[in-house]
């Protein structure tokens, strides 16, 4: 059994490993350019436009279902930081994202 | 051509019914200034008698009544026999007309993303210009198509939802304050009508729009450039590009029917930018600014 990944001395993602979903969009209410993403959510009326690295975040969820850890590496990929900033980066921006209902956690989807 | 005499007969009668790019507009009015303003501006656009069974927006436009006539004579709008606004002096009736149909298209045309912009076509290219008031884009949109580029709108963009294509509204353009004076001098064969003065946007005249203007309003363009203009007297004129995602917030914010149109207005407005250059131009001299937004035609900046 692999252990969970430690981002940084005594935090590790056990807590939230359970995968983040984005909401549904139809095709033509998200605009990806260049390092922005301009999408529009029909159910609120709002409309949002992201920039890196929450793009990054968006896009990593928008291939499918991930946990909080697959987005860590898939930011890490792409960011030349320390592990720390990449985690406080991806909390933020997974938090702007609760805030504005644009993820969902399947888990809490069940509860419902 | 309709005589002088049917005219009057028609605006004090049934009304009269213009082709105002996709709207029939029937107006009624025993105002002299506005009988004057509608023959100057609109003879090109009245549709004979035979041909006006259907009117999108049915206006009036009245002496107000009440005893203050006598010394301070006022103005009155109505649309379906409702007028929406306070009276205006009556000096500024035709201003109010113009002012008065802004706000019925505004309230009704929701088959459109309605954009406070001016728009202007060349070679079935079109440029779009969001801009606040005072941002000079009535002063650029006169200049433009008096030297050669197409009036689709002075203020008012109707972006097609369905088909992504600017349509064409082809009203007077308002000029205000310097800029009457400014297009008089530049371009003697301009057809600018009597200032109206102390109006909430101080002297307002108006420029009539171009044969082709009108001979072409029912052909919309494609957009392909979308410019945020703004005056910067003194400044140095010059085209920068545009975040395609700045380009849409400001984009939004100039709409005035965005959060009643939902989604097909996000996808209309993100098309748009799509398929535009967008930029934002800073212009302090005219003649400059020409060459920039003539130059867009041939690939530049």
């Known amino acids: 059994m692999a252990l969970p990944r430690p981002l940084r001395s005594g935090v590790s993602l056990t807590a939230s490993e359970a995968p983040l979903e984005l909401i549904s969009l139809p095709p033509g209410h998200v605009r990806v350019w260049g390092d922005s993403v301009a999408l529009y959510d029909s159910r609120c009326g709002e409309t949002h436009v992201l920039q890196p690295p929450l793009t990054d975040i968006f896009c990593a969820l928008r291939q499918g279902p991930m946990t909080p850890a697959a987005v860590f590496e898939y930011l890490e990929q792409r960011y030349d930081a320390t592990e720390e900033e990449l985690e406080n980066a991806m909390q933020a921006g997974l938090s702007q994202l609760r805030e504005h209902y644009l993820i969902c956690d399947p888990a809490d989807s069940r509860d419902a | ?301």
Not at chain 2, 131 to 160: H, Q, V
């Open chain 2, 1 to 301: 051509m309709t005589a002088p005499e049917d005219l009057r007969a028609g605006l004090r009668g049934a009304g009269v019914a213009l082709q105002v790019g996709p709207f029939v507009v029937r107006l009624r009015s025993r105002l002299d200034r506005v009988e004057r303003a509608l023959a100057l501006f609109y003879d090109r656009q009245l549709l004979p008698p035979e041909q006006t069974a259907f009117a999108d927006f049915h206006i009036t436009l009245a002496r107000a009544s009440g005893l203050h006539w006598l010394w301070r004579p006022q103005a009155r709008f109505f649309l379906d026999g409702r007028s929406p606004f306070r009276p205006l002096p009556l000096a500024h009736a035709y201003p109010l007309f113009e002012w008065g149909l802004n706000w019925c298209i505004a309230q009704h045309a929701h088959d459109f993303l309605m954009i406070h912009a001016a728009v202007l076509e060349r070679d079935g290219q079109a440029l779009v210009m969001p801009g606040e008031p005072g941002a000079g884009k009535s002063t650029l949109t006169a200049a433009l198509t008096l030297s050669g580029w197409r009036l689709l709108s002075d203020e008012f963009a109707l972006l097609a939802l369905k088909s992504g294509k600017l349509v064409a509204l082809p009203r007077p353009v308002s000029l205000k304050n310097a800029a009457i004076d400014l297009i008089r001098e530049r371009y003697p064969q301009a057809v600018i009508g009597p200032a109206s003065h102390d109006t909430s946007k101080g002297t307002v005249a108006h420029l009539r729009p171009t044969d082709t203007s009108i001979e072409r309003m029912q052909a919309p363009a494609r957009p392909a450039w979308l410019v945020f203009p703004r005056f910067t007297p003194g400044g140095r004129d010059q085209l920068q590009p545009l975040a395609p995602a700045e380009a849409l917030q400001r984009l939004i914010g100039a709409s005035f029917n965005y959060s009643v149109v939902g989604g097909a207005g996000f996808e209309a407005a993100a098309d748009l930018i799509e398929q535009s250059a967008c930029m934002q131009l800073e212009y302090a001299d005219l003649d400059v600014t020409l060459g920039l937004l003539n130059g867009l035609r041939e690939g530049g900046p």
